[in-house]
């Protein structure tokens, strides 16, 4: 089967379109065609050895599919050959999504959002289950609280702000001024220009910051919370000094690691297939782009996400 491989650590340069073992899937796993891999900014810092999660080269990046079952191994009942899927299998180990076929635990999937594409269906796994895991599972977020997301035009961002507005929050966003109407759009009740205002200065109140910048902003996110408000943080999750100064300003705090979770994919394509949630793909590319995904991501100019597509046979 084609897959994009890399041998060596280094830029977009080092992915290449080869030829590999189709994966044979074990017991509790089903074999997937996969129609479309989202590409995200783990993955290239995978890729140039900043973030060193897969050990040495060679091997296959990528987490998010959407696809089709193809192979069902006898004793699991949640699939048949047919079934459209999507998932985000096996993060934070290898995933090998950047493939024409992927071997997946049949509960790290999910079926697919029936209002979606596989390009669209594809975007939506680890960056919304991150978003669902920090504004549900963490935040436990209910109508008519208060809810301030950093980076809201982002990945994570623009999805986090859609599940918060679903929950009946008041949504603060932070973006620039060129993502300010499609924030809005998402139904932002607030956006805020980070390049021109201080968020502490407009927001003392939050219920729940959710911070996926990084940086300065969990800190000075304490001075936007209420007494008793919660920091949640997808990029400081392993900060001591930050979870000790959240609790010394009387704040609570949570890091949230995302993990493949099928119940978390059902409840955001019930979101999707009732209107509420709407993944935003700005690039569509062949598998064989898989560089020039890379050197897109890496400009930090995306607005949602960028997919890589297969062909359906």
């Keep these: 089967m084609h897959a994009i491989t890399q041998h060596t650590f280094g830029g977009p340069e080092v992915l290449e379109l080869t030829d590999?073992?189709?994966?044979?899937?074990?017991p509790s796993e089903v074999l997937v065609r996969v129609h479309a891999a989202a590409v995200n900014p783990v993955d290239a810092m995978v890729r140039s050895g900043a973030f060193p999660l897969l050990g040495e080269p060679p091997f296959v990046l990528g987490w998010d599919i959407s696809g089709v079952v193809e192979e069902v191994v006898p004793g699991v009942t949640r699939f048949q050959v047919g079934d459209e899927v999507y998932g985000m299998p096996f993060f934070p180990r290898a995933g090998n999504a950047y493939a024409e076929y992927v071997a997946?635990?049949?509960?790290q999937l999910a079926r697919k959002p029936k209002a979606l594409d596989h390009a669209h269906a594809a975007a939506l796994p680890l960056a919304g289950l991150t978003a669902w895991q920090s504004i549900v599972d963490a935040g436990q977020v209910e109508a008519g609280q208060r809810v301030l997301i950093h980076g809201?035009?982002?990945?994570?961002?623009?999805?986090a702000v859609q599940i918060a507005?679903?929950?009946?929050?008041?949504?603060?966003?932070?973006?620039?001024?060129?993502?300010?109407?499609?924030?809005?759009g998402l139904?932002?009740?607030?956006?805020?220009?980070?390049?021109?205002?201080?968020?502490t200065d407009v927001v003392t109140d939050a219920d729940l910051v959710l911070d996926t910048v990084g940086g300065t902003y969990g800190r000075r996110s304490l001075q936007a919370l209420r007494p008793g408000g919660l920091l949640v943080t997808v990029v400081d999750r392993a900060d001591t000094a930050l979870r000790q100064a959240a609790a010394a300003a009387g704040?609570?705090?949570?890091?949230?690691?995302?993990?493949?979770?099928?119940v978390g994919l059902q409840e955001i394509a019930e979101l999707v297939d009732t209107g509420r949630l709407r993944p935003h793909v700005e690039h569509t590319l062949p598998l064989a782009d898989a560089a020039k995904a890379h050197h897109l991501i890496e400009s930090g100019r995306t607005q949602g996400k960028i997919v890589l597509t297969l062909p359906p046979n």
């Design 104 to 107: 997946v635990p049949s509960r």
């Design 187 to 199: 139904g932002a009740d607030d956006v805020i220009d980070y390049r021109t205002v201080d968020f």
């Design 165 to 184: 507005k679903a929950r009946g929050a008041h949504v603060i966003a932070t973006a620039g001024a060129a993502k300010h109407d499609f924030v809005r």
């Design 20 to 26: 590999v073992d189709r994966p044979q899937p074990l």
């Design 152 to 159: 809201g035009g982002g990945g994570v961002g623009h999805l």
């Design 251 to 262: 704040r609570r705090f949570a890091g949230v690691t995302v993990e493949p979770d099928h």
